[in-house]
């Protein structure tokens, strides 16, 4: 290994957008510290690994990000969900110098200042963090996360056992976050926590101060300050419980953008009851069918997955039925993968891999169809899209029903000579085609 400048921390960041969040906090702290942030693995001190662990095939590639680093750099400190089991990593790994697990931030930082050199005369007023932090996003769009944990207990879930119960943040402050954020140029806020929905319940709903004003810790109060900042609030990981009706207004009114990103898993009432989740899905057809008669530009977005113990056909085919009459913009699905230590693994009858396989492609080939469809209902409409990239070929953007990394994008065919778009600005863009994910346009408007 080549030698190093002092006080240089490599970081590796895995998993999901709350674990992203995790390692943005961490880096935040080590530069508070007057750390610098290594871009290769050649010029770190310490190399800070931030793991998944929720899935086996997550714990594989973690292990193998860990196995890497410590090939190339060698000094390698353990961090995230599947630091807490410490015992899985040093089995396969037993050099790394220490392992912690989620939202330990403080054993993170404590571990690099042990075992890479601290800075020499750091000074704070010379080696300043900007208020917003360290953000692993780019500059004009960053995920807000307001709460840790969850309380619910589905069968073929960890993250409670891994991260805790619901630990909402005190709604100041997520708003004060918020707003260093859109100070800092920050176009689009991505709000993240393992259940938006129940934001406020372990606070009984207290009541907050933003601006001098009184603000109740509750999903709707939150929204309400957050359509104030003039920027993009796209709402994940939201629960479908009866209280997300009164937010529908605020996306249809366009102070939230009107997409929501729900997690509903599957539509048999005897599946859901297995995975202990709510088994009411006829009842959630009637509410989205009236959601949309509030905002009927409202994005669906949502994730489901097959194969799960004791799913038989007629369930898989309910669930078919069911996305058909639901008509959802964006789905997601995965084959059911038994997590050590979920209580989904002592279910009876365990579905064989070519059979989840066969209904994954199945639903993948339905949804591509209805997805499809909804896109080309957009041909012809100017929409707004925030620009994320630059090409040579044109601009690569989202439309307000797409997130980042996980929709799909708008192609913005060469601008006009002089309307010169970066990263961040906000366009109106004619659509002219569409594709089963995709939109393709041309600019109908100057940038703001």
Known sequence: MTESKAGRVGFVSLGCPKALVDSERILTQ???????????????????VNTCGFLDSAKQESLEAIGEA?????RVIVTGCMGGD??????????VLAVSGPQQYEQ?????????????????????????????????????????????????????????????RPVGEVLDEAERLVAAGVRELLVISQDTSAYGVDLKY?????????????????????????????LHYVYPYPHVDAVIPLLAEGRIL??????FQHASPAVLKAMKRPAHQEKTLDRIRDWRAQCPDLVLRSTFIVGFPGETEADFQLLLDWLGAAQLDRVGCFQYEAVAGARANALPGAVPEEVKRERWERLMAAQ?????????????RTLEVLVDEITDAGAIGRSRGDAPEIDGHVYIDPEPEGSALRPGDLVQVLIEEADDYDLYGQLAAPAS
Not at 30 to 48: Q, T
Not at 70 to 74: D, T
């Open 206 to 234: 207290r009541t907050g101060f933003w601006q001098g004003r009184p603000v109740k810790t509750s999903m709707l109060e939150l929204c309400r300050a957050l359509g104030e900042l003039g920027v993009w609030v796209r």
């Open 108 to 168: 993170v930082v404590a571990a690099v200042r042990a075992w890479a050199p601290a800075p020499a005369a750091h000074d704070p007023y010379r080696d300043l963090v900007p208020p917003q932090g360290i953000k692993l996003t780019p500059r004009h769009y960053a995920y807000l996360k307001i709460a840790e944990g969850c309380n619910h207990a589905c069968t073929f879930c960890i993250i409670p056992d891994l991260r805790g119960r619901l630990v909402s």
């Open 70 to 74: 410590l090939a190339e750099n060698g």
């Open 86 to 95: 410490e015992g899985a990593i040093r089995a396969v790994h037993p050099d």
């Open 258 to 263: 009107p997409y929501l990103d729900i997690p």
């Open 368 to 380: 591509q169809e209805i997805s499809a469809a909804r896109l080309q209902a957009r041909v012809g």
């Open 30 to 48: 080590l530069r508070l510290e007057g750390y610098e942030v290594s871009p290769s693995y050649d010029g770190a001190d310490v190399v800070v």
